[in-house]
């Protein structure tokens, strides 16, 4: 199966993991509000703790608990990918904001992974969950993008920038070629980075 068939099935599962992951977190950290004594079930150990995470400022980094933005921005991609699948499309500049939107989301999971390791020192189990869909989504709404030919640069320029815009697109077309051939490698990397990182930092508890 195609990128392009398999995107709607990609956008709605990864957002149906993602909407499930932040709910909880949103409950989880209504118990803490409620409780902050409360030993909830996701507190495995020192280093695997919500409720380490979920006390910080980081955790509500715009004056409210960060799972709430998972809840509405999931929620909207899954409305996405129903209505891929069931045929409707949308115009360049929705997909480009959605593009635009995935792309927020994982600068924000890189933020918070870098909080919550070399910061807070803890992870929490669900907030991983998060991190986990959001990065394909991220990199498949992206070459979907591309193969739908949403990044080209339209030609209504004066003839005095044709030849920089012929440039700079043969430019864009090679870079997400690259990423269209290679989309599972990148993503492999991704998540052997983020997992590099976390066993480096906490070697001792690893390792001893």
């Given at each position: 199966m195609t990128i392009q068939k398999s995107f709607p099935y990609i956008l709605m599962?990864?957002?149906?993991?993602?909407?499930?992951?932040?709910?909880?977190?949103?409950?989880?950290?209504?118990?803490?509000?409620?409780?902050?004594?409360?030993?909830?079930?996701?507190?495995?150990?020192?280093?695997?703790?919500?409720?380490?995470?979920?006390?910080?400022?980081?955790?509500?980094?715009?004056?409210?608990?960060?799972?709430?933005?998972?809840?509405?921005?999931?929620?909207?991609?899954?409305?996405?990918?129903?209505?891929?699948?069931?045929?409707?499309?949308?115009?360049?500049?929705?997909?480009?904001?959605?593009?635009?939107?995935?792309?927020?989301?994982?600068?924000?999971?890189?933020?918070?992974?870098?909080?919550?390791?070399y910061k807070i020192g803890s992870l929490c189990i669900y907030c991983m969950i998060v991190w986990t869909v959001t990065w394909p989504l991220f990199l498949y709404t992206t070459i979907w993008n591309f193969k739908e030919n949403h990044f080209s640069i339209e030609s209504t320029a004066k003839k005095s920038f044709l030849f920089l815009k012929v440039k700079h697109q043969k430019a864009i077309d090679l870079f997400f070629h690259f990423v269209s051939r290679n989309h599972a490698q990148i993503l492999v990397v991704g998540y052997l980075t983020a997992i590099l990182l976390i066993l480096f930092h906490f070697r001792t508890f690893f390792f001893g």
């Open positions: 599962v990864g957002s149906i993991i993602g909407l499930l992951a932040s709910f909880i977190l949103t409950v989880d950290t209504i118990e803490i509000i409620k409780n902050p004594a409360v030993n909830l079930p996701c507190n495995i150990n020192p280093f695997i703790s919500c409720t380490s995470v979920a006390g910080t400022w980081q955790s509500q980094i715009f004056g409210f608990p960060n799972p709430l933005l998972g809840i509405v921005a999931f929620s909207m991609l899954f409305a996405i990918g129903v209505m891929l699948l069931s045929g409707g499309l949308s115009k360049k500049p929705l997909w480009l904001l959605v593009n635009l939107g995935t792309l927020a989301a994982i600068i924000f999971v890189i933020w918070f992974f870098y909080e919550s390791v």
